[in-house]
């Protein structure tokens, strides 16, 4: 077969397969079982393999790519254009093999494992703490019930705590019991976080490119890891703002007719590493109110526009430092501050 672009849709078990020829001429449409993939792909000689980028999609370009291919990432949403019509296994391997040779496609650079498995330990912590959120919010409501009630925040789930296993108050056993089972899973969920974050920690420690993230205000060690493991290799951006517009961090525009609407950030891009920089950002923005002649770009911000939407300006300005920091392997320089006379 003399196939120089195939179009690969993956799947769980059953892969479709759309190869073409120089010519454009379709050569081979199979499906594949799982264990059929490499054996076919070990055949064939080195052409360009396009594939959708999902969960699965780093795994098998770093297998194609070791066999010598030339693997590349697309988003699911540009190859869904290239869909003549209908919607089936066939006709997603065919746009996936027309979108691939397209010169404006962008596509997404394939992880390695490490940095596969420092996202999946962000992910897991980020899905403890919400686990460790739902339990106290369920405390909580369940004490309100009996009208014991307590102050927002670590103190006041401390007290909580405290109320829970305190004997002395008027709450009946049966309640204490199911507040306890609750308790218990609160310390396990502490425990598993707390280990996660060591790792974190120690992958902070071992990689120069999160430690030089670190020194940006508003961007800590979980934000700098993250930031790392995700830009696998931040010149595949042209600027900063590129950088921060792949984040979401950007207004969605609904402009038409040569007249710009601009409205609220866009929910594409990444989302944690968005709600990262946000969160950040709002910890700056309540550390600028205490010092404001630390701040005078955020103060005078302050004065003209609410807190959110200065929080998610300066989040896009640590996103742009972040990505000069990455670029041009520097660490982030305070500006110096202008004194009035």
Known sequence: MQVTTIGLDLAKNVFQVHGVDATGKVTVTKKLRRSQVLALFEKLPPCLVGMEACATSHHWARELKALGHDVRLMPASYVKAYVKRGKNDAADAAAICEAVTRPSMRFVPMKSAEQQA?????????????????????????????????????????????????????????????????????????????????????????????RRLETIPGIGVIGATAIAATVTDPTTFKSGREFAAWIGLVPRQNSSGGKERLGSISKQGDRYLRRLLIVGATTVVQHARKHPDKHPWLISLLARRPAKVVAVALANKMARIAWAVLARGETYRAPAIAVRV
Do not use: C, Y
């Not at 308790?183 to 490119?209: F, M, T, V, W």
């Open 118 to 210: 420092v996202l999946m330990l962000h992910r897991t912590r980020d899905l403890l703490v919400r686990q460790r959120t739902q339990l106290i919010n369920a405390m909580r409501a369940h004490l309100a019930e009996f009208g014991l009630v307590a102050a927002r925040g670590r103190d006041g789930r401390k007290s909580l705590i405290a109320i829970v296993r305190d004997e002395a108050n008027r709450l009946p056993d049966l309640a204490r019991r199911a507040l306890r089972a609750i308790l218990s899973q609160l310390d396990a969920l502490q425990q598993q976080i707390g280990d996660i974050e060591r790792d974190i920690h120690a992958q902070h420690r071992s990689s120069e490119a999160s």
